[in-house]
Every structure is written in C-alpha cells, then in structure tokens.
C-alpha cells in the first residue's frame, strides 16, 4: 500500500474514492482524494480526471495536464499509456508539468485511434502520432 511509500501511483477513480471516503465527481474532489494518498506516503500520485486531464501532484506541487480536444474510439489500455507517459517523463528529470503533459499525450495518442491493437508494421501508433497530441498544463 502506499505506507510502503511507493515512488508513482495512479488510482483509477473507484480506487480512489474508497481510499480517500468520499466521491471524486470534479476536479476539487480529486485534488483533495490525490492529497490523501500524499499523506499516506505515495511520493508521486496520477489521477485521470476523464476528459478533464490528468492530475498530477508531489507533496510540493500539484499540476493538470490537459489533453486536446479530439474524439474518443479507443479507451482499452488508456490508463496503461498514461502511466507510460508519466514515467518517461519523471525518469528524464523532466517537470511534474512536463512530466504530466507527456501522460496526457500518450493518453490522448491511444483514445484518439482506432489502431491501437495493431503493431507498428500493421499500421498501429507510431512516435509520431505521440508527438502530435499537444497537451496544456
């Protein structure tokens, strides 16, 4: 648990509103739910907020990275992007805003396409396709 003091985590909404006792249905909600699992030792906590973006804070700063308007068609494995973007982001020293932006990016790149399933010889996400979702924080 995060009594361990884990370096990243990253609750799914549920997970949160269980660890934190009460529901998370805005942005508030969640910086008060990522607050709880700061004080309880995680290091670093990721939160994706739906379309609102992903929040992420320290115990000295907490940041929303938003991600560009697009259509959604694919949320299988969104979360896992997130969390890839997010690492890269925090192993390359890069801001928690950075860090963030990238974790909205690799999220965005997977819900925006439809071939996420496929590997990069049969036509599916390229660094590329990454790259060209900007995101705000």
Same mark, same amino acid.
């Given at each position: ?21 009460f ?6 909600? /969640?910086?008060?739910? *990522?607050? $709880? ?5 995680a290091?670093n @906590?990721?939160?994706t907020?739906g379309? =609102?973006?992903?929040l ?6 907490m940041v929303?990275?938003?991600p560009?308007?697009m259509? /959604?068609r694919?949320? *299988?494995i $969104?979360?896992?992007a997130v969390?890839?973007?997010? @690492?890269?982001?925090l192993?390359?020293? =890069?801001?928690l ?9 690799f ?6 396409s439809?071939?996420?399933?496929q ?9 590329g396709d990454?790259?060209a979702?900007?995101?705000?924080a």
């Amino acid at each position: 648990g995060v009594e361990a003091h884990p370096f990243l985590v990253k609750p799914e909404i549920a997970e949160a509103e269980a660890f934190a006792g009460f529901p998370i249905r805005n942005y508030s909600d /969640a910086q008060r739910a *990522v607050l $709880s699992f700061l004080r309880h030792g995680a290091e670093n @906590v990721a939160m994706t907020i739906g379309g =609102l973006g992903v929040l992420l804070a320290t115990q000295k700063e907490m940041v929303l990275a938003l991600p560009p308007k697009m259509k /959604a068609r694919n949320f *299988v494995i $969104s979360g896992d992007a997130v969390m890839a973007g997010l @690492v890269y982001g925090l192993a390359m020293k =890069l801001s928690l805003a950075d860090s963030a932006r990238w974790g909205a990016a690799f999220g965005a790149a997977v819900v925006q396409s439809e071939r996420i399933h496929q590997t990069r010889r049969e036509g599916g996400l390229s660094p590329g396709d990454i790259a060209a979702c900007p995101t705000r924080a």
